[in-house]
């Protein structure tokens, strides 16, 4: 005699096994000649951007004929070949355009992640300076949409900003550009939190001026020190190169008048945080920065010969 728990036990898996197949059953087979492509079709020109045609045709009971031939033509590659395959021109009405106006189907300015998704890769600036900008960081973690910024604060055109010439930190300031949000409300101010955007630089600053061969180096500050940008920049430093180097130079055989040049320029600079409280006086350690010639020349593995100390460039 079977026992009820098997006999329960038994069912419930003949159960189960029924639903499973049902639904196989139950669930339509991709018809290609029905519903056209099943591979996502995907553009990398003018831009990336990717269509499928399930969601369009067994998703959204499309035919085939309500697109090809009139707004797209059944010949891949037709209409990226061609100059007004743009959304200037789809929202004009043209391709995409025909149905994504708003009325039919969302409009061709909105929702732009539904077919343009986000880019993996961080945008790289090298002028004017070197900054880095990641759509995935401000689209998927601060939930950002694509209209948040174009086409008010930056057109949709790679590279339209640096053909500017105000794509500055000052403009920034005034509430241009990535200042337009990074005003210390909306997110941080943008003469804060440099290393979020920016590089320091790798290579050592060599300064020969107002004297010889003074070595800084970006990396001990802000990698090992954990000094913050701002820190020094702008108040101490101007964002510049060749700022400091353009200081009038004052030579002179008084050694009292030349004592207090150098202290006014060192407290002036360095010795804002080189005063033997934040960091060491700037008054000892010396060759920590003063290297001389010939520490240059070992440093760089040149021979520079080079005018008396304090002279020339």
Not at 31 to 57: C, S
Not at 158 to 185: L, P, V
Request: with cysteine; glycine share 8%.
């Amino acid at each position: 005699m079977i026992k009820r728990p098997v006999l329960t036990a038994t069912f419930m898996t003949l159960a189960a096994s029924l639903l499973f197949a049902g639904n196989g059953l139950t669930e339509e087979v991709y018809d290609v000649k029905l519903y056209g492509p099943k591979t996502t079709i995907e553009w990398n020109k003018p831009i990336r951007a990717t269509f499928d045609h399930k969601t369009h045709t067994m998703e959204a009971g499309l035919e085939c004929s309500s697109c090809h031939d009139e707004v797209f033509s059944m010949q891949r590659g037709v209409a990226v070949t061609g100059r007004n395959f743009t959304m200037k021109a789809m929202a004009e009405g043209q391709f995409c355009g025909t149905c994504h106006d708003g009325d039919t189907a969302f409009s061709t300015d909105t929702n732009c992640m539904a077919c343009h998704g986000v880019a993996e890769d961080p945008i790289i600036w090298d002028e004017p300076t070197k900054a880095a900008f990641s759509h995935k960081a401000h689209v998927e973690e601060f939930s950002l949409e694509c209209n948040s910024c174009h086409s008010g604060v930056f057109a949709m055109k790679k590279g339209a900003a640096t053909m500017n010439n105000d794509f500055t930190m000052a403009s920034f300031q005034e509430g241009k550009y990535c200042g337009t949000c990074h005003n210390g409300d909306d997110a941080f101010n943008s003469s804060t939190q440099c290393g979020s955007c920016h590089f320091p630089p790798t290579e050592k600053i060599v300064f020969n001026q107002p004297v010889k061969t003074v070595v800084f180096d970006h990396d001990i500050h802000v990698n090992q020190e954990k000094v913050s940008c701002e820190s020094c920049h702008k108040e101490v430093f101007a964002m510049k190169k060749g700022t400091v180097e353009g200081q009038e130079f004052v030579l002179s055989e008084d050694p009292a008048e030349k004592r207090k040049y150098l202290e006014n320029l060192h407290s002036k600079y360095c010795g804002t945080c080189h005063d033997s409280a934040q960091a060491f006086g700037y008054l000892t350690r010396c060759t920590v920065c003063h290297i001389g010639v010939k520490g240059f020349n070992k440093m760089t593995g040149g021979d520079n010969k080079t005018e008396e100390h304090g002279k020339g460039h």
